[in-house]
């Protein structure tokens, strides 16, 4: 199956960026996403690119994606503390181009410093 | 709308009995699936369905059961809980087709004594 690679932590003072960073390792995943999960909640998507764009901005998120290297970053801008939770790169199986048949990564525990 | 709704929140079984983890979506979605998410190691596939009727295994299917008799229910059997099944179970569902987004419900944290 897929591997899907996160770090599992992430610190950063509110208001600095924050980079959270995965690796995968099937190139043909047409749809890669990140989802954000709260203390104690389900899983909300929070953005997706498409694998023929090199980068995609919406508000203060900035998702880089690199197919050569099969890395894919998500940039939070002027992080807040309301962002601290766990953040999740997946990649649609083998394949497959719909959001079934997820591979997660690890998750990256963000935390934000007041 | 509901989304994705699991039933229970919480759950502790003894090893060897069995139960099932409900869910249910009102949003008419073909595709739901169940995870597993584990410290350290983000979630897992267990089983997923493409439509009603029709099931198939995904990563770590070992112990577990499904079955998909509507669009709108999903429920995971667990036959004899074993402590390494011991973990937060998310369902979710979607239409599959394309970027589309996979809901999920707010997860069933089983711990298996």
């Known amino acids: 199956g897929e591997d899907v690679e996160q770090s599992l932590f992430l610190s950063v003072r509110e208001g600095d960026s924050s980079v959270i960073n995965c690796t995968y390792t099937d190139s043909s995943s047409t749809y890669l996403y990140w989802y954000k999960q709260e203390p104690g909640a389900g899983l909300q998507l929070l953005t997706y690119i498409f694998s023929n764009m090199d980068m995609k901005q919406d508000q203060r998120l900035t998702v880089l994606l690199n197919k050569k290297d099969k890395h894919l970053s998500l940039r939070i801008a002027d992080t807040q503390t309301g962002d601290s939770a766990i953040y999740f790169c997946a990649v649609p199986a083998l394949y497959q181009t719909g959001a079934n048949n997820l591979f997660f990564g690890t998750g990256t525990r963000l935390t934000v410093i007041p | 709308n509901a989304g994705v709704t699991q039933t229970p929140k919480f759950q502790v079984l003894k090893t060897g009995q069995s139960m099932t983890l409900q869910c249910a979506q009102d949003m008419n979605h073909e595709y739901m699936s169940w995870y597993r998410q584990d410290p350290g190691m983000g979630l897992r596939l267990i089983h997923y369905?493409?439509?009603?009727?029709?099931?198939d295994q995904g990563e770590v299917p070992n112990g577990y059961n499904v079955s998909r008799s509507t669009t709108e229910d999903f429920p995971l059997r667990l036959l004899s809980a074993a402590p390494s099944q011991t973990s937060v179970y998310f369902c979710?569902?979607?239409?599959?087709?394309?970027?589309?987004?996979?809901?999920f419900g707010q997860g069933t944290r089983l711990t298996v004594v």
């Open positions: 369905s493409v439509g009603a009727g029709i099931t």
């Open positions: 979710a569902s979607s239409t599959g087709q394309g970027e589309t987004e996979a809901f």
